[in-house]
């Protein structure tokens, strides 16, 4: 699955079109879905999971889109490689983008190069100010998210109330995005999953969930370069422990904390639907803070 969300979203994502695919998404109820999605089965013949075929059968019958590739047993599983290979080169023909560049990444990496640029100059990164604080979380955009978001909140100043007004931006045919430049492990994972099968169930949009800065060479373009149809959570947070990076007066903290706020750039010059949200050191402590606010936001 993260092989073939890179390869179709880096490829195709560029130029205001592309293809977003949906990768570690469970499989629900056919209600949850829209209009807006294709979904390609691959069934393993020599050890099918009953529960899934049901799962696609009740997909398929609501009218869905499902197309069934068989997979007769594991050895076969390279000859699907070829084929997605093949058919993302033909997907971006006729899209009419290049499918072998990645524009989009390269913005980031330039945007973070000027920041970890000016550490060395200065010993630390440019200032920047919270547009809301509590929780023990702080709340980032720029100037035009801000600008909507402070709007739509009204007298809720609150992180459920941020929080509520921001997926509320969510309309028919979006996609909601989780960046999370936290430590990938099986806690943080599992309280991000959370998070975007409650968007899901909510919403009725497609979900898609990317460690930082893992992602930006696979997810990272689509998000950046393809259609402007993504409302983005962005979260950080403080590093309980930090390394210098050898040769260099930054450590590595610094230079994920340098492309966190780079890639967040390149997607508010998108004019992309983007939020911040900054924990601190506890990060299973402020997960949980902001699984309740988004479970809040939805109710």
Same mark, same amino acid.
């Given at each position: ?65 499902? !197309? ?5 047993? !594991?050895?076969? =599983? ?13 997907? *971006?023909?006729?899209?009419g983008i290049n499918a072998f560049n990645q524009p989009d990444v390269e913005a980031s990496k330039?945007?973070?190069? +000027? ?5 060395? +100059? ?15 979380? +702080? ?39 989780? =960046? ?62 930090? !390394? ?11 230079? +994920? ?9 390149? =997607? ?17 402590? *402020?997960?949980a803070t902001l699984r309740k606010a988004v479970q809040e936001a939805l109710s």
């Open positions: 699955g993260a092989w073939l969300e890179q390869l179709v979203a880096e490829s195709t994502g560029k130029e205001g079109h592309g293809l977003i695919p949906v990768d570690r998404e469970q499989i629900g109820s056919p209600d949850l879905y829209g209009n807006d999605r294709v979904f390609a089965y691959l069934r393993l013949e020599t050890a099918p999971d009953p529960k899934q075929d049901a799962a696609i059968a009740a997909i398929e019958k609501a009218g869905q889109p499902v !197309i069934r590739i068989a997979v007769p047993e !594991i050895y076969d =599983l390279p000859q699907e490689f070829f084929r997605w290979e093949f058919a993302t080169a033909v997907a *971006g023909s006729v899209i330039i945007e973070t190069r +000027k920041l970890t640029e000016q550490y060395e +100059k200065s010993g630390s990164l440019p200032p920047e100010s919270p547009m809301f604080e509590g929780n023990g979380a +702080k709340l980032f955009s720029d100037a035009k998210n801000a600008a909507a978001l402070k709007q739509s909140v009204g007298r809720d100043n609150t992180l459920t109330g941020y929080l509520r007004a921001h997926l509320n931006r969510l309309g028919a045919s979006d996609y909601f995005a989780l =960046l999370g430049y936290i430590e990938m492990n099986d806690a943080n994972e599992a309280s991000l999953q959370s998070m975007r099968h409650a968007v899901r169930d909510k919403k009725r949009v497609a979900t898609c969930l990317g460690f930082g800065p893992r992602f930006l060479h696979s997810t990272g373009q689509a998000y950046k370069g393809g259609p402007n149809s993504g409302v983005f959570l962005q979260i950080t947070c403080d590093d309980a422990e930090d !390394i210098p990076v050898p040769g260099q007066t930054y450590t590595f903290g610094i230079v +994920k904390a340098a492309q966190a706020r780079g890639d967040f750039q390149v =997607l508010a010059d998108r004019d992309r639907r983007a939020l911040r949200v900054h924990l601190g050191a506890d990060v299973a402590a *402020g997960l």
